[in-house]
């Protein structure tokens, strides 16, 4: 357990000029913008308490997606979705979330490893580390620049058997990224969650207000992907 971990799920970016005219205008992307504060706040919340407790630990990495941004609730993401569904099923197990609003791979190494670290030092490893990762890189081209290359160093640092998605996204670096999980999955160091060829093949209806963010449903079938992969690697009795 740690009893002294301190980590903050709000990023440490202001908003950019775009969404923030954007908000400005449209009232459902100001709804789901609306949430990215109180949801880290709920999320550090959480956190606090998992992270003092005892029994098997499941890290969650990642942005947005990870923290539940556009689901009615914060538990609604597709986390906290498969955490009630592993629950149920038997599994007694801590929930530590460290995702963050529009997070980068490069956030992921700089922050949230080591937080997932400092989680672990000194106790047993995390019984489950999942990441999901990658969108907020590929949808600006200056920040596709060197994705590849980020990822890879993102893999050398996880967890041996850690559950990693790749990106349901059309361009070139997203594909590269898929290729090397692929082969690493295939080698034994990784678990591949396929959001590629298992996730929603439409996204009408799973959509928040913003039109970009999963709604409930969107998160809720995000969770079975990655519900699959947990059970097809046996980590979870």
Do not use: C
């Amino acid at each position: 357990m740690a009893l002294d971990f301190d980590y903050s799920n709000r990023s440490v970016r202001p908003r950019g000029p775009v969404l923030s005219a954007l908000s400005a205008t449209f009232p459902g992307i100001r709804a789901v913008q609306e949430q990215v504060l109180p949801y880290a706040v709920w999320w550090e919340s959480h956190n606090r308490v998992a992270a003092a407790g005892g029994g098997p630990l499941w890290v969650a990495l990642g942005d947005s997606m990870t923290q539940g941004i556009g689901a009615s609730a914060p538990d609604r993401g597709w986390v906290g979705q498969l955490s009630g569904r592993l629950a149920a099923r038997g599994w007694d197990h801590r929930l530590v979330n460290l995702g963050v609003n529009g997070a980068r791979v490069e956030d992921v190494l700089d922050r949230q490893l080591p937080a997932l670290e400092s989680l672990t030092a000194g106790a047993a490893p995390a019984a489950l580390v999942t990441v999901v990762i990658g969108s907020n890189d590929v949808v600006v081209r200056r920040h596709r620049r060197g994705l590849v290359e980020r990822f890879g160093e993102l893999l050398d640092r996880l967890p041996h058997g850690a559950l990693v998605s790749n990106l349901p996204n059309p361009h070139r670096e997203a594909r590269a990224v898929d290729a090397m999980l692929r082969e690493r999955a295939d080698a034994g160091s990784l678990v591949l969650v396929d959001m590629r060829r298992d996730g929603p093949r439409s996204w009408r209806g799973r959509l928040a207000s913003d039109k970009f963010h999963p709604n409930d449903r969107g998160y809720a079938e995000m969770a079975g992907v990655v519900e699959r992969a947990v059970d097809a690697a046996g980590l979870v009795g």
